[in-house]
């Protein structure tokens, strides 16, 4: 017998075992529970509707839409989204990438906001974006903006650097902080910060 499995002096060995496996089964109960809370909250989160609602700041459109129910994205509203973040400089529109508006969504629950984004900055054409890139105002020549896959935004009733952190947190894509323009960057490529 080694030392491990022997008992203790005065104790006998039927109550020795059955307590390390209380002990264990009880470790193991502590471990899972949060994970099948967070599942029941997952699975909660997975059938709700998700809801955003936008203000162009360059053309005063407004837009409150749910734009998914669920893993499903609502077509109609995706297209109304497309519209509302055209190129507002020429009229030009763009598919926007439904995780782009997740991010969105996310960020605001996670601000606890309930103002609409005021947009500055959706979809930008190769054009509007060549233009920009020459006077100098600080846009990337490959700007994810021309793919639909970034936005520049604020909201009124969320500190700009609240709305950076809370966009940084999701590490969900990059986060550019314009606190001179007051407007936060977010997009859906690779995680960066600037």
């Known amino acids: 017998m080694s030392l491990r499995s022997r008992p203790r002096p005065g104790a006998t060995p039927n109550l020795v075992q059955p307590s390390r496996r209380r002990l264990l089964t009880a470790g193991a109960a502590a471990v899972a529970a949060p994970m099948l809370i967070f599942a ?29 129910h669920g893993a499903r994205y609502v077509a109609d509203a995706l297209e109304r989204v497309n519209w509302l973040l055209r190129d507002f400089r020429n009229g030009a529109v763009q598919p926007i990438d439904p995780q782009l508006l997740d991010q969105l969504y996310s960020v605001s629950m996670l601000t606890g906001s309930r103002s609409p984004y005021e947009v500055i900055s959706g979809y930008r054409s190769p054009a509007t974006n060549e233009a920009l890139h020459r006077r100098g105002r600080g846009v990337a020549t490959k700007s994810l903006h021309l793919e639909g896959r970034a936005i520049d935004v604020r909201l009124p009733d969320v500190p700009l650097a609240d709305l950076r952190d809370a966009a940084m947190s999701l590490k969900a894509g990059g986060v550019g902080y314009y606190a001179e323009s007051r407007f936060v960057h977010l997009d859906t490529g690779r995680v960066r910060r600037w």
Request: avoid cysteine.
């Open 40 to 68: 029941r909250r997952s699975s909660a989160a997975a059938t709700s509707p998700r809801m955003l609602a936008f203000r162009h700041t360059h053309t005063g459109e407004s837009l409150s839409v749910t734009f998914a």
